[in-house]
């Protein structure tokens, strides 16, 4: 297995456009999650999927965003009608159920101009 | 809620140091807790992790205690590489249900730079 997988790595979007990353996880991991990170901070939590059911939400996500995760394997992030705050690092990361460890994707990078 | 305090960098150490990068938490509960790191261009790897009391994490020379009674979860390591140059972050997991994995609280990170 290659780990998490995220897509694309780097997306410069204009203002007001809608964007999606796609975040493939761990085969036989059942939780993924997604985060945001803007620089110099870490990680803020946004939401997280247990098999295809999304169990939890950050009050981070506005209704602009929306995460999907239809067959309980790959997930997808979109945002709707970007801004400049938008700007940030998002990261997807699996679990298996037990496990307390996570293993993150090397995250897409988005900027919005 | 959940938060974790790190403290604040860039530590600049010369090879063979000793690191100490403290990290304090708030939680409700029995959280587990976590190191993470992230190299340059790279993604977040787990470091090492403790999941109740008194438990030690250790991998690569990194070593962590699970401190309750004063809320900690230190990182040290004895002598330090020019390898370890990385982001550090602490975190906890907040675990609503026992033994299942929950979300992560990051800290902000510490930047750590290690030199010739």
């Known amino acids: 297995d290659t780990g998490v997988s995220q897509d694309p790595r780097h997306k410069i979007t204009k203002r007001g456009q809608n964007v999606t990353f796609r975040c493939d996880p761990i085969s036989e991991h059942n939780r993924l999650y997604w985060y945001r990170q803007t620089l110099g901070q870490g990680p803020e939590f946004l939401t997280y999927f247990q098999n295809e059911a999304q169990l939890e939400k950050s009050r981070l996500l506005s209704d602009r965003f929306s995460a999907e995760r239809p067959k309980g394997s790959f997930s997808t992030l979109e945002i709707q009608r970007t801004e400049q705050g938008d700007s940030a690092m998002y990261l997807c990361?699996?679990?298996?159920?037990?496990?307390?460890?996570?293993?993150f994707g090397s995250g897409t990078r988005l900027t919005v101009v | 809620g959940d938060s974790v305090t790190q403290m604040e960098g860039p530590v600049t150490l010369s090879e063979e140091a000793f690191l100490t990068i403290n990290c304090t938490y708030t939680?409700?509960?029995?959280?587990?807790l976590f190191w993470y790191v992230q190299y340059p261009g790279e993604g977040l790897q787990l470091l090492l992790k403790a999941t109740k009391a008194d438990d030690k994490g250790s991998n690569k020379g990194f070593e962590a205690t699970y401190r309750k009674e004063t809320t900690s979860f230190h990182l040290e390591k004895g002598s330090v590489q020019v390898s370890d140059s990385a982001v550090y972050f602490c975190a906890l997991s907040d675990e609503k249900t026992a033994g299942t994995a929950s979300k992560l609280t990051f800290g902000t990170g510490t930047r750590l730079q290690v030199t010739l």
């Open positions: 939680a409700t509960g029995y959280p587990s």
């Open positions: 990361a699996s679990s298996f159920g037990t496990d307390y460890g996570y293993t």
